[in-house]
């Protein structure tokens, strides 16, 4: 018996076209599940569905804001209405700021940071992981059977190192950390909850990912790391297989920190 099998499993994963989306679908697909993604880049979903049907996957795309528990519902429906049930959901949807080129002047402030700007990223990293969660799990609940999993980051356990971001002129926003963190205390609050109705709620935290950044960032963040590089961005597919298969049947409310080592120095 393969443990790690996702076999006639069906996984939802938000934020499913972005660059580690693309991987944690791969995970479930390549493990025999079927994947449904979610995102607001119409374009870059339908590609990632024909691409992976090509492959032989089963897989659907639908677009969807988190932050709209309506279009989150009438998704759910149409799932429900293809395959009868929900097994996994990967809360993955988030908006990162990632610094290409220096600034004009220091973006981020904390001091000036837009109270627009914190109700935004709020909205899509933690309310969107909530609705998600709810509508979904509400699901799984029922059927007394599912998979929770966060995606959070090493910036869930501890604080960015604004020193990487100087020479860019810019700071990683708040707004990051406390999504991160909150996304922890959703985690145990969930994983605590739904015990009796039998749905594991886990969250993996990964390192940075190598994706062409600013070669003074990744020179700096490697001095940091006691593995001396960044992630390469197919290295987190396996615990996702883990934590979302039977292999991690014992386990709950916990958050797998794989970080090349950051966080503990």
């Known amino acids: 018996m393969n443990r790690y099998s996702l076999h006639d499993k ?14 944690h679908t791969l995970a479930i697909l390549e493990n025999g599940g079927s994947a449904v993604i979610i995102d607001i880049d119409k374009s870059r979903i339908s590609k990632l569905k024909k691409e992976f049907l090509k492959k032989g ?17 009438e998704i759910k429906r149409k799932i429900l209405k293809k395959y009868k049930k929900i097994d996994i959901l990967i809360n993955n949807a988030e908006r990162d700021h990632i610094p290409k080129k220096k ?3 220091f973006e981020n402030l904390f ?16 309310k969107g992981a909530f609705i998600c969660s709810q509508i979904f799990g509400s699901e799984m609940a029922k059927k007394k059977n599912g998979v929770i999993l966060n995606i959070a980051s090493d910036l869930s356990v501890i604080a960015p190192d604004q020193r990487l971001y100087s020479h860019l002129k810019t700071f990683k926003p708040v707004t990051y950390s406390v999504i ?20 594991r709620v886990n969250a993996i935290s990964p390192g940075g990912v190598f994706n062409n950044q600013n070669k003074t960032f990744v020179k700096k963040v490697k001095k940091l790391i006691p593995m001396n590089r960044m992630a390469n ?8 297989q883990f934590l979302c298969s039977d292999a991690s049947s014992y386990m709950t409310g916990q958050n797998l920190i794989i970080d090349g080592g950051r966080s503990i120095i």
């Open 180 to 199: 991160k963190h909150s996304l922890i205390g959703l985690t145990k609050y969930l994983a605590s909850y739904w015990s009796s109705k039998k749905i």
């Open 103 to 105: 600034s004009a002047k």
């Open 111 to 126: 001091e000036k940071y837009p109270i627009k700007k914190w109700d935004e990223e709020l909205d899509i990293g933690l």
């Open 10 to 23: 069906i996984a939802v994963v938000t934020g499913g076209a972005g660059l580690l989306g693309r991987q």
């Open 57 to 73: 996957f089963k897989i659907d795309a639908f677009y969807g804001d988190v932050t709209n528990d309506k279009q989150i519902n």
């Open 233 to 240: 961005v197919e290295e987190y597919k396996e615990a996702i």
